[in-house]
């Protein structure tokens, strides 16, 4: 089932978002998108929380970001009250170890393996599988936005077909990302539809292909997807990503595949991640490189945060409480962030 590249048509609309891409990727790359160190620590911070809770309330988990913010300050911990919080767990350690080790990381059965060993790592009644083919069918099912499931939407490979299959993909993906026939968004898109489509582990596929696509992006050199999450993306979109991946997957088996309802869906997730970092930028510099590094990460609070008291802000960021007072003022007066209320009551937000 290994992938036909005469199969494949990219469309002019999916070619300029491709364009769009590669421009970013290339004014990041060459330091023309100039961003304070500390200013990225707390984009990081906050865009891995969106992608760890989004990444898995799109499989029916129910914990909210703030929750995971929480969870997160007692990480290292050894046992969690739910399987909510371990899946949120092995995420989180899925996602660092390829924030850490992309580089090194090479795209073979033994990696793909270990890594979702390490995002079944804290599932207890996941033991037997952790980084093992499924030895059971599975199929794919939808969620709604309360965790219960909906109905199914795909019939996956068989456990006996598939190693072959997952091997014949990824010497497939591999070699094209080596040759530059196609355009690597494509390849990894195309990858990552074939993984969904073969389903190879009992649980825990779709959080895989979602954080393998993370890895193969900053693989290829698109250094910039940590500060904005890609999860968080498709979260908002759930419906349109079944959907696409319906679409194409109905065809995946058959001679001729359909990949257009895929590619278009996922290579516009890529732009709207772009688009959403770029507005996270303006929002915290305004365009501004004369502000403080105290304001700069006073406004990079109201990423975790929509709003925030003067005393929190210095708590959270360990500022002086006067210095926080005359930095909210400056920022209101110059329309960045705004005033509620007077006195004890007073907080501020973003708009």
């Known amino acids: 089932m290994m992938p036909n590249i005469n199969n494949i048509k990219i469309t002019p609309e999916m070619l300029n978002k491709i364009a769009e891409l590669d421009m970013f990727k290339a004014n990041w790359d060459s330091g023309a998108i100039k961003v304070r160190p500390e200013v990225l620590r707390a984009m990081k911070m906050v865009a891995t929380i969106e992608s760890v809770g989004s990444s898995n309330r799109i499989e029916g988990n129910k914990m909210s ?5 929480n969870l997160f300050k007692n990480i290292k911990q050894t046992s969690f009250k739910s399987r909510d919080e371990e899946e949120v767990a092995g995420y989180a350690d899925l996602i660092e170890r390829i924030f850490n080790d992309y580089s090194v990381i090479p795209l ?3 990696y793909i393996k270990q890594l979702h060993k390490i995002l079944m790592g804290h599932s207890t009644k996941d033991i037997e599988h952790r980084g093992e083919y ?7 099912a939808a969620f709604d936005v309360n965790g219960n499931e909906i109905g199914s939407i795909f019939e996956t490979a068989t456990p006996f077909d598939t190693p072959r299959l997952i091997g014949e993909l990824l010497d497939w993906t591999n070699l094209h990302l080596k040759e530059k026939y196609l355009h690597p968004i494509v390849v990894i898109g195309v990858f990552i539809v074939h993984f969904l489509s073969i389903h190879p582990f009992k649980d825990g596929n779709g959080r895989m292909s979602r954080a393998l696509t993370t890895m193969l992006m900053l693989q290829n050199g698109y250094s910039y997807v940590p500060y904005s999450s890609m999860e968080s993306i498709i979260e908002a979109s759930k419906g349109m990503y079944y959907r696409s991946l319906h679409e194409t997957q109905k065809t995946i088996w058959t001679d001729v595949v ?3 309802p895929w590619l278009d869906f996922f290579i516009t997730s890529l732009q709207k991640q772009k688009r959403h970092l ?5 929002r915290v510099s305004g365009g501004d490189t004369s502000l403080s590094r105290n304001a700069l990460n006073i406004l990079s609070a109201f990423e975790a945060r929509p709003e925030w008291s003067s005393g929190e802000l210095s708590g959270y960021l360990n500022i002086k409480l006067s210095t926080v007072k005359n930095i909210l003022r400056n920022l209101t007066e110059s329309g960045r ?9 007073t907080f501020y937000t973003t708009k």
Do not use: F, Q, W
């Open 65 to 69: 970001d703030a929750e995971i913010e």
């Open 278 to 282: 770029e507005s996270k930028l303006e």
């Open 258 to 260: 359909d990949y257009v």
């Open 134 to 140: 499924k030895k059971t069918s599975n199929r794919v």
């Open 108 to 110: 073979n059965e033994n």
């Open 337 to 345: 962030l705004v005033k509620h209320g007077n006195g004890r009551t």
